[in-house]
């Protein structure tokens, strides 16, 4: 008796090599395993350039709202918005250099390392 052949030109039944059994595992859904390599050390929080960033925008908030009452048309003649909102142009300018100046002295009080 010959052996038929499936589909694909293989010879079916058995060849006298028992099929390899695998043992069961049960399903385990995938955790993350927290990463035990390189942490980068962390940098101490550095005030003083916080204070300085604050400045700054200090000064754009200050800038911005200066532009606007330049643009706008509903405060008058463009003389009297221009230096109308001189005043409170120059507060900004002023607390922008209070906090650098603190900024400053945060520096250079600082402790090294």
């Known amino acids: 008796m010959s052996n038929p052949q499936g589909p694909y030109g293989q010879q079916s039944g ?4 028992p099929a390899p059994q695998y043992p069961q595992q049960p399903y385990q859904p995938y955790q993350q395993q927290p990463y035990a390599g390189y942490t980068a ?9 916080l204070v300085a960033i604050g400045a700054w925008v200090v000064l754009g908030l200050y800038a911005l709202k200066f532009l ?11 003389a009297d ?24 002295w945060l520096h250079r009080n600082q402790e090294p390392g």
């Open 14 to 17: 058995d060849q006298g090599q």
């Open 41 to 49: 050390p962390r940098k101490p929080l550095d005030l003083a350039k």
């Open 68 to 78: 606007y009452v330049l643009a706008d048309d509903d405060y008058g003649d463009f």
């Open 81 to 104: 918005r221009f230096f109308g909102s001189m005043p409170e142009l120059g507060t900004g300018v002023f607390f922008t250099g209070v906090l650098l100046a603190v900024g400053v």
